[in-house]
């Protein structure tokens, strides 16, 4: 009778065990729905136009050319060649640098990309390397030291921070790193029935146990078709500290694998002639 008491209480400890590692998980994997915080109030960022810019703001490209062509060149970028088009990433919560998004796509099809923030006093011109001649330079912008580097440098602490609570526009935050990586600003934020998006996630917040991490994940229509799915890392105080990016085709993830490998027949090898034995 005593043993089977104890099993009893063993079992009702192991369920008590299991109830509260539940309960921490839950803790640990917060979604906070895009459309129940407050993040609506800020908007997403947007693409403007070169013709729709601003008075202002053409002036200031104007003003600061050569230090964006100065500092294009030392990344790799020379806008003294043809074919360069360049257009407004408007983001919110950026408003003390300008970020623009210059493009090259060359007859062949190549594509040169890649971001520019412009200080609207004094500093310097930073850029965020995107593409090389349709090429990923030194990996993936969207996880590059350099890119996480440039964020929290241009966002202020004080919006950042805000961007990092539940009811806070951490959604915005979130786009507008992925549109300085060079993503496509035209975010899922909601369910979508098309079948190339319908396993597309809609933007939640995930925050730890501790509040000390959360992280973004969301996704966004990308041009050639098809949906990229962002998980961005931030702090409690909306600094970011890690990211990556998959890209999916028609519900599909695209993994580049090697192609298989050919079998190649190689021709007969000669048999060596027997030859006379002359000795005796």
Not at 193 to 215: D, F, T, Y
Request: charged share 15%; net charge positive.
């Amino acid at each position: 009778m005593s043993h089977r008491i104890l099993r009893l209480k063993a079992l009702g400890l192991a369920r008590l065990g299991l109830c509260c590692l539940l309960a921490s998980a839950s803790l640990l994997s917060t979604p906070s729905a895009f459309a129940s915080g407050a993040s609506t109030a800020v908007p997403l960022p947007q693409i403007v136009p070169a013709s729709q810019m601003t008075r202002a703001d053409l002036a200031l490209i104007h003003a600061k050319h050569s230090q964006i062509e100065e500092a294009a060149a030392f990344r790799g970028y020379h806008l003294n060649v043809r074919h360069w088009t360049w257009s407004e990433v408007r983001c919110p919560l950026i408003p003390n640098y300008l970020m623009l998004r210059y493009r090259n796509q060359l007859p062949s099809g190549a594509e040169w990309l890649f971001t520019a923030l412009v200080p609207r006093s004094k500093g310097n011109v930073l850029i965020v390397p995107v593409l090389y001649r349709s090429a990923i330079p030194y990996g993936p912008a969207a996880q590059a030291k350099n890119t996480i580097a440039v964020f929290n440098r241009v966002v202020p602490p004080a919006m950042a921070a805000q961007s990092a609570k539940p009811d806070g526009p951490w959604l915005p935050l979130a786009a507008c790193y992925a549109a300085m990586a060079g993503a496509s600003p035209h975010v899922l934020t909601q369910a979508n029935s098309n079948p190339a998006l319908i396993n597309a996630p809609v933007p939640s917040l995930r925050i730890s146990a501790g509040h000390s991490k959360r992280q973004v994940i969301f996704a966004n229509r990308r041009s050639s078709g098809g949906y990229t799915v962002w998980s961005i890392r931030i702090t409690g105080k909306g600094r970011v500290t890690a990211a990556r990016a998959r890209s999916f085709s028609n519900s599909r993830e695209q993994v580049i694998s090697p192609s298989a490998p050919r079998e190649i027949r190689l021709p007969p090898q000669r048999q060596p002639k027997a030859m006379p034995n002359n000795t005796k």
